[in-house]
């Protein structure tokens, strides 16, 4: 009579542990355990600001100034702040921008800071994705300027937003255009089986008054 019972307590618990983890993913409960932790902290940001330096906080944690490498971070949703540092008496507003790590990948903010809302330069971030072939990627990209167009390589032209445009893996160039604002030009990688998530940004060309 104690083995059926005991058998029962049995299945009971692996369905019960089966709807836990379906909850729950063993990897997002094992990469908040300190011990497990380590093994989790495999992705890099790297933050630029050309033309200038800036206070980066991730989460609300001070890095200290750009250019700054932030290594074994545990692969998640972050929030990035960063604050110009100005060159003379003056004020630049913090700017946030919202981030997504994927494990084994490294993502970059590449930022220039102009005062009130202005800013020039593009945030990159992979997302896995398994519906594409073998040496295959996407890449999804959205710009702040409207009508704007991208260029990849000289192969490709397309209207922005580009949503899951399907490439082959490997480097490629990125040039960025739209009627009064400045051009953006930069490097990407295509990953396989992963998304390429791309967010630019542009300065508007400012605007000449003067008359002879």
């Known amino acids: 009579m104690k083995k059926p019972k005991t058998a029962y307590i049995l299945i009971i618990l692996l369905i019960a542990l089966s709807i836990f983890f379906f909850l729950f993913p063993f990897e997002d409960i094992a990469k908040n355990i300190p011990i497990l932790k380590a093994f989790y902290k495999n992705t890099t940001l790297e933050i630029t600001t050309p033309n200038g330096k800036a206070l980066v906080k991730v989460d609300g944690k001070e890095y200290g100034e750009t250019p700054a490498t932030i290594t074994e971070l545990v692969a998640g949703e972050y929030e990035i702040e960063l604050t110009r540092i100005p ?39 992979y997302t896995q994705d398994n519906t594409t072939g073998k040496n295959k990627g996407k890449i999804f990209l959205t710009s702040n300027a409207e009508n704007s167009k991208a260029n990849i390589s000289n192969k490709y032209e397309e209207n922005i937003p580009i949503t899951n445009l399907e490439l082959s893996t490997g480097e490629y160039n990125v040039k960025i255009t739209a009627q009064d604002f400045e051009e953006l030009e930069f490097p990407i990688v295509i990953r396989e089986k992963h998304v390429l998530n791309v967010k630019t940004y542009q300065f508007p060309i400012p605007v000449n008054f003067d008359q002879e």
């Not at 004020?91 to 005062?115: A, C, D, Q, V």
């Open 87 to 125: 060159e003379s008496n003056g004020f630049y507003k913090p700017h946030i921008f919202n981030i997504k790590l994927t494990r084994n990948s490294t993502s970059r903010i590449n930022m220039e800071i102009g005062p009130d809302d202005n800013l020039h330069g593009f945030i990159l971030y």
